[in-house]
């Protein structure tokens, strides 16, 4: 199995300094425009551990990848400001870095992929050339040494040919070949964490299942912790640690996988989960939807930022501040939810409904 | 009897060898034509699109004899273009001088040949100037933006207001060049004021284009995967970004020429010490000259046009080759 396995340099794995490997704290994240300012990441707070795969769940314009580009320090500044809270990497804030330290932390310390493999990849050099770039620029690695390390990358995640395919352009490799080009890529450096921004996304469903297969063969193989920006329920059920569930720049629950989808306990989470098609659903029932649109971030709703879609919602969800992200009290450790209704009998019933229907 | 089945035995053989190669052939060249369709670059796919073209061949066979002529004239005429005889001025083209003689009774194609060498250098010269300082500049100001390309951006309006042909009338009429003047620091002064006049267009379409591709995918996923901004700018920006650069260099190469040659026919450009069509151009155009000897003015101008044409057509050429959209 470990025939064509990347020499790995060990990772220092001293874990006692610090609480979590990485530590989100009430970011904040804002873009100046013309038309106003739109706040796009509103006190999102989250950690992750080492070797452990943390999904990042919601919908278009959520603030998923916003969230994720913060973290890597690579917003595109104007229009984007990130206006508080800190990013500790191993207990060290990564926003208080001066910017020549922060950039060599990525490739190294965090890495990235991204959605659209074709638009990620330099178009006018061959894909060997770039995952070889790494090695020459980050380990100083010579010509020679730097391909032979890209080759046995490229084996490493399943191109067939790789020695062949080493001088081939990124626009003559198929979809999924693209995106293993662009893990290898990002795995170049042996990083402790790997942001998958909507990895399989662009691809089509076979083919998202072989890349999950192999970012999670990865991780496990070179011990990384993953952050896995998704909209796609199936993919993090099978994948996923714990899951944070994401709507108008805030977190809305965030909880292990299993006692998620068992009974999901924030109103979103529950229309989430509700509008996924079921076997057992009877032939030609309407798919049931989440109504509304999400907010404008220009313009947010009074109270929490769900009450005008949300079914649950009172007089106290619609005026004052919204919700934060709280422990759940009388539940499993690691769950949290920002609602104020999360423990009311209504919406805990529907919760457990909207999972499996109530018979288990 | 024997020696006959020898014979039949030796043809069959002959016939085996013959085919076998060929089928040997055929596989390779199979093999490798697999090869380079694995390992394809824009530059590759636009080179197969250009050689297609038989408009290519002509402008590059024509740039190349120009150029092989600037280099090496003395290869295309033993004639001296210095050495001139009263007695033969203004004859008409014959078989010893096939383009004929000037007022000065200068061997003609001689001039020609040799005046190529200053239009050439010129050119060249005052394209590669202007596509260095516009593409640094304009590379520059696209990538950092904000105040830096705000005054970069104003100081090349500025000289892009001025007309190519009339400032460089102007700096070279205020500045004039005298006949001891070395050859080369002519030629590099010229260079000079058409690359000042000419830089502007460089810079705009380089920043423009550097513009374009910066907020690219690729060039944010090589800032995630590590890269500093001088390894953007220079593998990932820029190499995406040259394109425009390298089409308008080449047309502007043929402009350049035709300008140089404007300002010698105006007489403030080249010296009259250095043979140039542009000069001979100039004197070919005397009062009745052209009535009375059309060939001094024909043959020089006959080999400054098709420069040109050579180095705009080539420019045309190689842009759509390298524009998706016009295939």
């Known amino acids: ?360 | 009897m024997s020696d006959y089945l020898g014979r039949k035995k030796a043809t069959r053989e002959a016939l085996l060898e013959a085919t076998d190669p060929t089928a040997g052939d055929i596989l390779e060249s199979g093999e490798t034509e697999q090869r380079k369709e694995s390992a394809r670059s824009l530059g590759a796919d636009a080179w197969d699109v250009m050689r297609r073209r038989p408009l290519f061949w002509v402008a590059a066979l024509l740039a190349l004899f120009f150029i092989i002529v600037a280099a090496a004239p003395q290869l295309f005429t033993s004639v001296d273009p210095r050495s001139c005889d009263l007695a033969y001025s203004r004859l008409k083209p014959s078989l010893k001088a096939i383009f004929g003689y000037d007022m000065q009774g200068c061997n003609i194609f001689a001039r020609t040949v040799y005046g190529a060498r200053a239009s050439i250098l010129v050119g060249m010269g005052t394209a590669l100037f202007a596509a260095l300082l516009g593409g640094v500049l304009g590379t520059i100001a696209g990538y950092l933006g904000g105040w830096v390309d705000a005054v970069l951006s104003r100081l090349a309006d500025i000289f892009f207001a001025i007309p190519l042909l009339l400032g460089a009338i102007v700096v070279m009429a205020v500045l004039p060049i005298t006949l001891d003047t070395p050859y080369l620091v002519v030629i590099f002064r010229i260079v000079l004021v058409l690359g000042i006049f000419g830089w502007p267009n460089i810079f705009r379409l380089m920043r423009a284009s550097v513009i374009q591709v910066k907020p690219a995918e690729f060039v944010q996923a090589a800032r995630a995967l590590g890269a500093n901004p001088l390894r953007l700018i220079s593998s990932h920006i820029v190499p995406n970004a040259l394109t425009p650069l390298i089409v308008v260099s080449t047309i502007d190469l043929g402009t350049y020429i035709a300008t140089e040659a404007t300002l010698s026919f105006l007489g403030v450009g080249l010296p009259r010490t250095i043979v140039s069509w542009g000069a001979d151009i100039s004197a070919a155009s005397a009062l009745g000259l052209i009535r009375n000897a059309p060939h001094m003015l024909l043959f020089p101008a006959a080999a400054l046009c098709l420069t040109v044409l050579a180095f705009i057509m080539l420019g045309e050429v190689v842009r759509d080759a390298l524009d998706p959209k016009l295939r």
């Open chain 1, 1 to 360: 199995m470990t025939t064509h396995s990347v020499t790995l340099t060990a990772k220092d794995r001293k874990t006692a300094e610090f609480e979590h490997l990485l530590d989100v704290r009430d970011l904040q994240v804002e873009f100046r425009m013309r038309s106003g300012v739109a706040k796009a990441i509103n006190g999102v707070s989250f950690h992750l551990d080492d070797r452990e795969t943390l999904a990042i769940l919601g919908e278009s314009g959520s603030g998923k990848s916003v969230t994720a580009q913060a973290i890597m320090g690579i917003l595109d500044t104007p229009p984007g400001y990130v206006t508080g809270g800190q990013v500790l990497f191993q207990g060290a804030d990564m926003l208080a870095m001066p910017t020549k330290q922060r950039a060599r932390m990525r490739g190294p310390k965090i890495s990235m992929i991204f959605q659209d493999a074709l638009s990620a990849l330099n178009p006018v050099f061959p894909v060997g050339w770039q995952i070889a770039e790494m090695f020459r620029i980050h380990r100083k690695m010579n010509k020679s040494d730097s391909m032979q390390q890209a080759i046995r990358l490229m084996e490493r995640v399943h191109i067939p040919g790789a020695k062949e395919r080493y001088k081939a352009y990124p626009h003559q490799f198929s979809g999924g070949m693209r995106q293993r080009i662009m893990i290898a890529m990002a795995i170049a450096l042996d990083p402790w964490i790997l942001i998958a921004d909507e990895p399989t996304t662009a691809l089509d469903v076979t083919v998202q299942a072989q890349i999950m297969d192999l970012l999670k063969e990865l991780q496990d193989e070179f011990g990384m912790g993953l952050i896995l920006i998704t909209h796609d329920l199936g993919v993090v059920a099978n994948v996923a640690d714990r899951i944070a569930v994401m709507y108008a720049g805030r977190l809305m629950e965030v909880a292990p996988v299993e006692p998620l989808y068992a009974q999901p306990r924030h109103p979103y989470t529950i229309g989430l989960l509700e509008s996924v098609p079921r076997l057992d659903s009877k032939l030609g029932e309407t798919l049931p939807a989440i109504g509304g649109l999400p907010p404008n971030l220009l313009a947010m709703p009074d109270g929490c930022p769900f009450n005008p879609r949300c079914r649950f919602a009172t007089d106290q969800c619609r005026h004052g501040a919204p919700p934060t992200l709280v422990d759940l009290a009388n539940n499993e450790i690691g769950r949290q939810a920002a609602c104020w209704r999360v423990d009311d009998a209504d919406v805990t019933t529907e919760g457990r409904l909207a999972a499996g229907g109530g018979q288990e």
